[in-house]
């Protein structure tokens, strides 16, 4: 009864790991440079990550009319030249999904020229440690469960 109680215990502290908020820094912000290429009517990479306080500077490079590049919920944009590479730089202080788009008319499938960055935190690597930790102690207790069981067959 009492490793059965263990293991329960063992498992709530593992969705505790898993799902509670942590108080742990995340990695410290950096400058990330990305580089995207506009052609009509489409980003190339149309999905972006990055971490909550990163220095984000976008390379956006036009490769047949003018584009332009717009990130909602920041308020920032850029326009590039067929050929050329104009650069946008922000810090991405708000977690969440933003959508950026095209804000030059290039054709008439403009309105569908969208992308999307995704910044967030980076919590991922001390929940797996917490996780790892936590796989490696709840080991013990079944190991002499099974231990127990096997002894008890013998036994008989």
């Known amino acids: 009864m009492i490793r059965f109680i263990s293991l329960v215990v063992l498992f709530a502290a593992g969705l505790a790991v898993a799902f509670a908020p942590l108080p742990a820094p ?3 912000p950096q400058a990330r440079t990305l580089r995207i290429d506009a052609r009509q009517f489409a980003y190339s990479p149309s999905e972006l ?3 909550l306080g990163d220095t984000v500077t976008v390379q956006l490079v036009s490769t047949d009319v003018v584009h332009g590049l717009y990130v909602d919920g920041y308020d920032v944009s850029v326009e590039a030249d067929p050929g050329q590479t104009a650069t946008l730089t922000f810090v991405a202080d708000r977690s969440g999904s933003f959508r950026f788009r095209c804000n030059v008319t290039c054709g008439a499938m403009h309105p569908f020229m969208i992308g999307k960055i995704t910044v967030e935190k980076n919590d991922l690597l001390f929940r797996s ?3 790892a930790t936590l796989a490696v102690i709840g080991v013990f207790p079944l190991s002499s469960l099974l231990v127990e069981r096997k002894d008890r067959a013998l036994a008989k």
């Open 49 to 51: 990550k990055v971490n």
């Open 129 to 131: 440690v917490g996780l």
């Open 26 to 28: 995340s990695i410290a």
